[in-house]
């Protein structure tokens, strides 16, 4: 049986279309993404982009734009039809793996448009602009998930909805992390979960950054930010960024954090790549008691050095 997407909410929503930029290097994932793009990199079974527009389409987002580069035949093929390989299945009665190949496709409506050089982010987001017209819409990263089990996109829409502008997704990060990210000024908004965004920098050293909240992958963004993006200069690493577009708008008081606190993983870093896999795996019913089972042997191995493993290496 396929596994339906339940949209969250049933509300009408203003926000119907979602951008999902994808067109970066990846470089900090070489040589796996020299020829793949990091997005496509299989978290359990499935690519890592594929989780991000599940998200969109539960959250009742049912037009994805996917903004990629040089690698777009692997995305594009991947939220196609595979017509030979479901004949084949469809041939053996495996209607479970049928149904595994064709969900991609039935998400949502999706399309693509190509970044032709990656010139940062806020390029990426800007390359969606005749696709989107004159409506908000959603902006999910690609390589960026957060766990299925969270509502967050749902509730940036809410705030949407309520303040208009844009809204943006915070998460509070160690002090020796936060040069790794967009960082927000913030003041309190009197909902516990929602704050006013004054000012953004991009990737601050600790010193110089406003606070301890992060920009994270998820936006919900004005059509104003198109016109802002047009005139936004190459910035942080000879890029156009998102943050420097969104700092324009923040200073004209438009621009929301929602603060979340769920789970989120980075899949274009290894060491947290190497995490989700190992949490999402366990978590799965179908894998997850005997990965599970397995990972606290290797574990208990690792602190005495006495894995069957490591025994049979040894040897
Ligand atoms: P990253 O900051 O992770 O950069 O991009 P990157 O180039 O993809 O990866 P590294 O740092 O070299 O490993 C954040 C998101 O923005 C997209 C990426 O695909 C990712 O989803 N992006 C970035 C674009 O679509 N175009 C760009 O020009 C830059």
Redesign the pocket.
């Known amino acids: 049986m396929s596994r339906m997407i339940v949209p969250h909410t049933t509300s009408a929503r203003t926000v119907r279309k979602a951008v ?11 040589p796996a ?1 020299k020829a793949t ?3 496509m990199l299989p978290v359990v079974d499935k690519p890592a982009i594929q989780y991000v527009v599940e998200e969109a389409a539960a959250a009742g987002l049912d037009d994805v734009l996917m ?3 040089r690698h777009k035949r692997a995305i594009e093929d991947h939220f196609d039809n595979a017509f030979e390989l479901e004949q084949a299945l469809a041939a053996k009665g495996d209607a479970v793996r049928l149904d595994a190949v064709r969900d991609p496709a039935r998400l949502a409506s999706i399309h693509h448009i190509r ?1 032709g ?5 806020g ?2 987001v800007l390359c969606a602009r005749r696709h989107v017209g004159d409506q908000p819409f959603a902006v999910l ?4 998930l957060i766990d299925p089990r969270e509502t967050l996109l749902s509730r940036m829409l809410d705030v949407r909805d309520q303040y208009a502008g844009s809204v943006i997704a915070l998460m509070e990060v160690p002090p020796e992390q936060i040069h790794l990210y967009g960082c927000a000024a913030v003041e309190a908004t009197g909902e516990d979960d929602v704050v006013r965004v004054t000012g953004l920098v991009e990737k601050p050293s600790h010193e110089d950054a406003p606070s301890s909240y992060a920009v994270i ?1 998820r936006y919900i963004l004005d059509p104003a930010v198109f016109d802002t993006l047009e005139r936004t200069p190459p910035g942080r690493g000879g ?2 960024q998102l943050t420097d577009a969104l700092q324009e708008l923040a200073t004209g008081g438009t621009v929301h954090g929602v603060v979340f606190d769920g789970l989120r993983y ?1 899949t ?2 290894k060491a947290d790549y190497l995490r989700t896999v190992v949490r999402l795996a366990c978590d799965r019913d179908d894998l997850g008691p005997e990965f599970t089972a397995w990972l606290k042997e290797f574990v208990a191995g690792l602190d005495t050095g006495t894995s069957s493993e490591r025994r049979r290496l040894a040897a």
């Open positions: 999902v930029p994808a067109a970066g290097l990846g470089t900090r994932f070489l993404t793009p990091k997005e903004v990629t580069g970044q050089e990656p010139l940062g982010l390029h990426a990263l690609g390589d960026d992958g890029e156009i980075d274009g870093d």
